[in-house]
């Protein structure tokens, strides 16, 4: 009977979890997602506090501390709005995609003071969608982004009483995509309108990394948590493919072997599919957490969390071949009569970030034993200049607010009333985040740019 309820809990955990991973993630700004409800709801402030399972991502020595078997699954549903105006002008793009956000862990402690973890998340993903037929900006980028998925493995040992370190491997997947368009002009022809071709990048890549942390309850009232994440180089392979406008299948040149030739045939065989390759770093992390609980009932939480984006690289795709053999069918012939040679070996964009840093706040008040009541707030700060600030990734400083709730409590056995068979965990959150307008110089691309966004999250969870 036991194992019937059992195998039921740790089911309604697992079709979320697998309902979850077949999602896309989508953001505007690298380190937005929190993982885990729970933590959502408290801002984001769980480095000094790690006392569930989504202890893995945000202090991976809390697992040391957790008893039995638990697993837990986090899902969240958001909608994202990012404006660019033009301030000459007064006209407004806006970028809005649906959001689907993720994350997965089992934990286990074999023996007394030593915990063991393996773990799903993306933390730092971004999207820069701007779809409109009228966007101006498309030669820099009209749609950008990059996603990591991380799988980590932990191993977390309570050294001394109360003082716990963990240390965990992190593969780390990275894809990355970008679309934007590519002048074409003829040397020695006018063609009939102005032409070009969009150019669409799409790469994926692994890397390996590494995390280290501590948490130390110094006592009842008072815990304090430390996590340094190791900085991954991801090398990216993938490819490059272009399409054209139906615009120019009317359109019409002079050929040296035939009397014409169209301009969409033309950009056919100059612009040919490429295996590219390229190479970003997920940036070093540090983030240190104090938990108070200056009264039974309340808790209260702060994060300070620092991020070397500097690190990231630059968006920069290579193609495996050279400016002389992308186009084989573009023949010496052909690029001494129309005065043209290939030369998108090397395709990029001005991404300049620097480090930037969260700080983050949150509140927990018990009611009675089973119920808890949380809120939270954060800081993020832009890592971009506004001089830097560019329609590939227009990073804003955002402020964050949450509020959610909580149920932990046993669960029974259905054929037992007062058998309880294992411990299930039901968290709730609600965050908005907003952006108030911000200018950009970047030099030709000189916008506005505001944003905000609504999540909605749910955690389920169980152990034994």
């Known amino acids: 009977m036991r194992t019937h309820a059992v195998a039921a809990g740790l089911g309604l955990s697992l079709a979320i979890s697998l309902a979850s991973v077949s999602l896309p993630l989508k953001a505007d700004d690298f380190s937005f997602h929190e993982v885990g409800a729970r933590a959502a709801a408290l801002g984001g402030a769980f480095t000094g506090k790690a006392d569930d399972i989504s202890a893995i991502f945000y202090n991976p020595a809390g697992l040391a501390f957790l008893k039995g078997v638990s697993l837990k699954t986090n899902l969240a549903l958001a909608k994202r709005t990012i404006d660019a105006t033009m301030p000459t002008l007064g006209t407004t793009f806006r970028s809005s995609p649906t959001e689907y956000l ?93 032409t070009k071709t969009f150019s669409h990048h799409d790469l994926r890549g692994y890397g390996l990394g590494f995390t280290a942390s501590a948490l130390w309850k110094v006592s009842p009232a008072l815990q304090i948590g430390a996590r340094y994440q190791k900085s991954v180089g991801v090398k990216l ?10 615009e120019y299948s009317y359109d019409s040149v002079p050929d040296p072997i035939q009397p014409y030739r169209t301009v969409g045939s ?22 240190c957490g104090v938990a108070v609980t200056p009264i039974p009932r309340l808790s209260l939480y702060l994060d300070v969390l620092w991020d070397k984006w500097s690190q990231l690289g630059l968006w920069e795709f290579r193609s495996v071949n050279t400016n002389e053999n992308l186009s084989p069918g573009f023949t010496l012939d ?62 804003l400083n955002r402020n964050v607010f949450s509020i959610g709730g909580g149920y932990e409590g046993p669960v029974f056995s259905p054929y037992s009333p007062d058998e309880a068979i294992g411990q299930l965990s039901f968290d709730l959150v609600v965050r908005y985040a907003s952006a108030s307008a911000s200018p950009s110089t970047f030099p030709g691309l000189e916008m506005t740019y505001g944003a905000n966004r609504w999540v909605m999250g749910v955690g389920v969870g169980f152990s034994f």
Do not use: C
């Open 266 to 287: 033309l950009l056919n065989m100059f612009f040919v599919p490429q295996s590219v390759t390229g190479k970003l770093n997920i940036p070093r992390e540090i983030a």
């Open 102 to 194: 993720q994350n997965i862990f089992v934990a286990w402690q074999p023996v007394k003071r030593v915990g063991l973890g393996l773990g799903y998340f993306s933390p730092y993903n971004f999207d820069s969608t701007w779809g409109s037929a009228s966007w101006p900006w498309d030669e820099v980028s009209s749609a950008a982004g990059l996603r990591s998925f991380f799988y980590r493995a932990v191993l977390s040992v309570e050294v001394l009483r109360g003082l716990a370190v963990g240390a965990a491997l992190d593969l780390v997947s990275t894809s990355v995509w970008w679309h934007h368009s590519i002048p074409f002009e003829l040397g020695n022809y006018t063609l009939p309108s102005i």
């Open 334 to 395: 052909y690029q001494e009569f129309w005065g043209v040679s290939p030369n998108y070996a090397t395709q990029g964009a001005a991404l300049v970030l620097r480090d930037s840093r969260e700080f983050k706040a949150g509140l927990e008040w018990r009611l009675g034993r089973l119920f808890a009541v949380r809120t939270g707030f954060a800081r993020h700060e832009s890592s971009v200049e506004s001089v830097d600030r560019s329609p590939l990734y227009p990073d």
């Open 237 to 246: 392979t993938g490819m490059n493919s272009f399409t054209n406008s139906i």
